[in-house]
């Protein structure tokens, strides 16, 4: 497993981290624990040492499950959680008062059995909070050893800004794949000139991309792809046009679908780390394949003709 720094942060990860997310929260039924932990192990065993986790992931059961799962390896890892939301809970409002933040650090490093948060994201901008108040308070937990690092999660330009001149920021997070790419615009120039890491979250569509999904998936109850427009069956039946082009890249260079999507991310910039997600460990050991594939001159051309000429359905 090649690494990776996060911006100029002095952070370093391994290429490819690993989203967990999807193993107790947003995709159907969580992950049975037995199943979740041996494919972290697995992870681990394969060089992955970047984790991403959020107090709303469950909530709390996915930061559970990383503490007692990474525990005998913690040393060797970087573990990224999240602050935010009202109580933990994603739908209920957006909450980064100062009190908040560190109850959350504090409950989290709890959960994560760990005497530090490697990396502390804001999981969302909350407008009711000065970001200079945010960016002071993990300020202050690092200062008291509690959090290593500071990150941002969907900022934008302006906010990425003001925090960073309170509290270096390390990495951003925010969706960048394939099929959204609007970070390109503004964000990424921007993250480049403060020496910012980025984090793409969804790098593989969610899912789509992998082309494990068609018009005729059917996705659980609680699956939240259900209620996300670019999922509608009328935009994955437009979309597919995207995962055909994408596929027959793949064909040529004796590769799949999901790795050349997650090789031309990391092909962008050397300070890019996607984390892509999974239950599985062949789709685990599928996407870590993606770190080794070289896609030439010739590839990415294709590629950009296909994103040039295909307009994708949905909003994401």
């Known amino acids: 497993m090649q690494s990776r720094e996060l911006g100029n942060s002095g952070l370093r990860v391994s290429a490819l981290g690993l989203g967990c997310m999807g193993l107790s929260f947003g995709y159907g039924p969580a992950t049975e624990t037995r199943a979740a932990t041996a494919l972290l192990h697995a992870a681990v065993e394969q060089g992955v040492t970047f984790f991403d986790t959020a107090e709303a992931y469950g909530p709390f059961r996915n930061e559970e499950l990383l503490g007692q799962a990474l525990a005998p390896y913690r040393d060797q890892l970087v573990i990224a959680t999240k602050f935010g939301f009202k109580d933990g809970h994603s739908d209920a409002g957006l909450d980064s008062r100062p009190e908040r933040i560190r109850a959350v650090a504090e409950a989290?490093?709890?959960?994560?059995?760990?005497?530090?948060?490697?990396?502390?994201?804001?999981?969302?901008?909350?407008?009711?909070?000065?970001?200079?108040?945010?960016?002071?308070?993990?300020?202050?937990?690092?200062?008291?050893?509690?959090?290593?690092?500071?990150?941002?999660?969907?900022?934008?330009?302006?906010?990425?800004?003001?925090?960073?001149?309170?509290?270096?920021?390390?990495?951003?997070?925010?969706e960048y794949s394939l099929w959204w790419r609007e970070p390109e615009q503004d964000v990424l120039p921007v993250l480049e000139e403060l020496g910012i890491g980025f984090v793409p979250f969804s790098p593989l569509g969610k899912g789509f991309l992998t082309g494990a999904i068609n018009v005729d998936t059917q996705f659980a109850a609680d699956d939240f792809r259900n209620s996300v427009p670019r999922f509608a069956a009328e935009a994955r039946q437009a979309n597919q046009a995207l995962v055909e082009r994408i596929s027959a890249i793949a064909t040529a260079k004796g590769a799949t679908p999901a790795q050349v999507v997650l090789a031309w991310l990391l092909s962008r910039k050397p300070w890019i780390v996607p984390i892509p997600g999974t239950t599985k460990l062949h789709r685990l050991q599928e996407n870590l394949g993606a770190v080794s594939l070289q896609l030439d001159a010739d590839d990415l051309q294709q590629i950009g003709d296909a994103l040039d000429s295909i307009a994708i359905v949905g909003d994401r």
């Open 108 to 174: 989290s490093l709890q959960r994560l059995k760990t005497d530090r948060i490697d990396l502390f994201y804001q999981h969302r901008v909350d407008p009711n909070v000065p970001m200079e108040d945010v960016a002071g308070t993990v300020r202050d937990l690092i200062a008291e050893g509690k959090v290593k690092h500071f990150g941002l999660s969907e900022a934008g330009v302006d906010n990425i800004r003001r925090a960073h001149a309170v509290q270096p920021v390390a990495a951003l997070q925010s």
